[in-house]
Each structure stands twice: as C-alpha cells, then as structure tokens.
T-cell receptor, first 118, second 117 residues
Framework: DTAVSQTPKYLVTQMGNDKSIKCEQNLGHDTMYWYKQDSKKFLKIMFSYNNKELIINETVPNRFSPKSPDKAHLNLHINSLELGDSAVYFC?????????????????FGEGSRLTVL | AQKVTQAQTEISVVEKEDVTLDCVYETRDTTYYLFWYKQPPSGELVFLIRRNSFDEQNEISGRYSWNFQKSTSSFNFTITASQVVDSAVYFCALSEAYGDSWGKLQFGAGTQVVVTP
C-alpha cells in the first residue's frame, strides 16, 4: 500500500478551469502538507493541516483552497487556473506537528501531481 | 529569515568517484532541523536524513555520510563510491523547531548529480 497517495498523477487543463488534486495518507499521521515544485525544481510549502485544522498558509493566492475532510485526507482545489500554476504539487504527511522522542520528524511525500495549464 | 543555499547546480562524476554536495544555511533560531532529500528521475522525494541543531555528530549510512558544522552553518553530504542509481537531484532543507512551524521546510535549490558508468 502506498503511504501517501495523490490523484491524479498528471493533469492537463485549460486556463480558467477549476481542478482538484486529492491526497490520502494511510500512516495515521496527524499533519498533512501541500508543497509546490516549479519548473526550476524549487520546492515551497503552500499549506499544512494538523488534525483537519489549517496551520500554515504561505501567502498562496486564494484561488487555492485546501480542504481536509478528515486527518487522513487533504485535497487541493484550484479555481481559475493560470499558466503560472503549472507545477508539480506534492502532498506530504508527518507523525505530529512537532517532533518528539523517537520521531524522526520525517515528512513522507506522495509521488507528486504534475499540473499543466495550457 | 531562514535560507538554504546549495551553490552547486550540477555535479557530474564517473561511477565509483566520491561526490560531496554542499549546503549552507541561515537561521536566527537556536533550535532547528536540517534534512536531505533525494529526488530521482521518477520524481518522488525520498527522505535521507534529519539532524537537529544540537547534534553535531557526523553520520554515516552505508555509502552516504553527512558533515554538520554549526560554526560554518553547513550540512554537507558525501556519496562515496558513487553508482549510476545515485543520479538524482538532492535537496537540503531547514525547518524551525517550534510548534506550528514544524514541517515548514525551507528547501535549497537542489543539486543535480549525474553519475555515468
């Protein structure tokens, strides 16, 4: 079983459309994240949720709306897609919002969802 | 503000050569965490190591080793006897250690390692 799974893996769409990327983790983690990797491979955090509650929102345009129906899922909905939204979006999860004890603090990343806006 | 610099954009080596990837960071925090991730051509991000700011002990894991030097704010990564499967982009990252900022990894720009047979 894949620990952090994202769907779809590839998404090609037209400017102005609305699209969603889904993420599910089966690790029992409390915290989930969305990261964006641009065409130059630069990775930047967008959002994080802990137990369905938004913790980090990194000045992302409000066309991007994360939704966490439960702590195992964190979906990303994007309205009015623009050319600059083309990127690879990574979902990730970690055991807790702060590392302790034997927790390595590792973020487990999904395989990424490549979004292409035409 | 935090910042992670990986000055080497690409390193090309021949198999069995050693390769060292540099990572220099900036932070005002006294407690922080440093990471290395590997991104092979298939695209996934693979965790390699996490180090906290109070543990300057160097670490070795198989052919991988890490040299953490707080005095120079560096966390360098060496692959010994490189193999073709080591070809990937390697990212260094920094995270604040308190509360809700955990998981907010500040990534470097990455270093592409190309290992040829």
């Amino acid at each position: 079983d894949t620990a952090v799974s994202q769907t779809p893996k590839y998404l090609v769409t037209q400017m102005g459309n609305d699209k969603s990327i889904k993420c599910e983790q089966n690790l029992g983690h409390d915290t989930m994240y969305w990261y964006k990797q641009d065409s130059k491979k630069f990775l930047k955090i967008m959002f994080s949720y802990n137990n369905k509650e938004l913790i980090i929102n990194e000045t992302v345009p409000n066309r991007f709306s994360p939704k966490s129906p439960d702590k195992a899922h964190l979906n990303l909905h994007i309205n009015s897609l623009e050319l600059g939204d083309s990127a690879v979006y990574f979902c990730a999860s970690s055991q807790e919002a702060f590392p302790s004890g034997g927790n390595t603090g590792e973020l487990f990343f999904g395989e990424g969802s490549r979004l292409t806006v035409l | 503000a935090q910042k992670v610099t990986q000055a080497q954009t690409e390193i090309s080596v021949v198999e069995k050569e050693d390769v060292t990837l540099d990572c220099v960071y900036e932070t005002r925090d006294t407690t922080y965490y440093l990471f290395w991730y590997k991104q092979p051509p298939s695209g996934e991000l693979v965790f390699l190591i996490r180090r906290n700011s109070f543990d300057e002990q160097n670490e070795i894991s198989g052919r991988y080793s890490w040299n953490f030097q707080k005095s120079t704010s560096s966390f360098n990564f060496t692959i010994t006897a490189s193999q073709v499967v080591d070809s990937a982009v390697y990212f260094c990252a920094l995270s604040e250690a308190y509360g809700d900022s955990w998981g907010k990894l500040q990534f470097g720009a990455g270093t592409q390692v190309v290992v040829t047979p």
